[in-house]
């Protein structure tokens, strides 16, 4: 089916000003899809929580004229997320005890991750950081010239972690500058950067971003984060071979979500489309236990199920690792 002439114009505008015309209202994301939220479980506190945010991109991915299409169920605020679950609370994986003075996370050795942007290009409703204390933790000019030195005075780390929110959402001379910053220390290896941009706001791997990511001595790494084959458009793909033909190494982590891709098919389409593409399935990853997400927990037994089917039906190189985090434990913890 082709697009319509809006989206096509759309889609000719810069990244950012994409990410300007996302979807943050219930019922015109409803609208755009042809559904009715009369129809839908959607609640407005759920909102005022933790807001509505969709890129066209993404928004074009979801099937319209259905209520279950699993990309929508991923962004789709619902009255579930109200629910007190046990368990769950706010800081599910232990990253305000690891945040230092300097506002860099030092949960595992030899990495730091830096807290870049409290942003993100979409609200994705499973986020385990969405209730993040992001103005107090991110990095401001004078906190990230603290937590450079403070790197370049610890030569135990030998990667740094741009995450977020999302890195990507900063402008090219903001990671320009950080960038620099990072390549004149000598004991670091790599630079990793954790984004869901190459899959939701494909728009913004400009020959520019690569050009200032290229500029690093470092080896570069990117973790991008697909959960259902359904996210990979041509709009993706194409994205992902400009970083991948840029040298840039591409790993992929899902989260196993209830409704989304529980489903050892499922899972297997998306590490053949992920391979298919040059991006290398990494990390499953079972829910993060943060308040609002407990109605897209899948248990530890019915993911042990799941994997070993995946396991059964793939070769080993398109399985990913099966890990949950915990909070003061020295890596992600397998769960097999």
Avoid at 83 to 104: E, H, I, Q
Avoid at 134 to 161: C, H, N
Avoid at 168 to 179: I, K, Q
Avoid at 253 to 274: F, P
């Amino acid at each position: 089916m082709s697009e319509p002439q809006s989206e096509i114009q759309h889609f000719t505008k810069h990244w950012q000003q994409q990410l300007a015309e996302a979807f943050n209202n219930i019922d015109d994301l409803c609208r755009y899809l042809d559904l009715s939220p009369d129809d839908l479980p959607v609640s407005t506190a759920a909102v005022e929580d933790f807001p509505l945010r969709v890129p066209l991109s993404f928004a074009a991915c979801i099937e319209k004229g259905n209520p279950h299409d699993p990309l929508l169920r991923q962004v789709l605020p619902i009255k579930d997320e109200l629910f007190a679950y046990p368990g769950f609370s706010n800081d599910p994986v232990g990253d305000l005890a690891a945040a230092t003075r300097t506002s860099v996370l030092h949960k595992y050795h030899g990495r730091v991750l830096f807290i870049n942007t409290g942003s993100c290009a979409i609200n994705c409703r499973y986020c385990f950081r969405r209730n993040f204390p992001y103005a107090d933790l991110q990095l401001g000019k004078q906190k990230e010239t603290t937590a450079i030195q403070a790197i370049r005075d610890d030569a135990s780390i030998s990667e740094v972690i741009l995450s977020g929110g999302d890195p990507l959402l900063l402008s090219d001379a903001r990671l320009a500058r950080l960038m620099q910053q990072l390549n004149g220390i000598k004991h670091l290896k790599r630079i990793r950067i954790h984004s869901r941009l190459p899959i939701v706001l494909p728009a913004r791997i400009t020959d520019e971003l690569i050009d200032t990511i290229r500029q690093s001595p470092q080896q570069i790494v990117m973790v991008v984060h697909c959960n259902h084959a359904n996210e990979i458009s041509a709009r993706v793909i194409a994205a992902c071979n400009a970083l991948k033909n840029s040298g840039i190494t591409l790993f992929n982590q899902s989260v196993l979500l209830k409704g989304v891709n529980d489903n050892a098919e499922i899972l297997c389409e998306l590490s053949e489309r992920l391979f298919g593409n040059g991006v290398i399935p990494y990390y499953l990853h079972l829910l993060d236990k943060a308040t609002g997400t407990g109605h897209f927990e899948v248990s530890e037994t019915e993911a042990l199920a799941l994997i070993k089917q995946v396991q059964a039906a793939l070769p080993g190189y398109l399985v990913p690792k099966l890990v949950k985090e915990q909070a003061g434990a020295a890596s992600k913890q397998p769960v097999f």
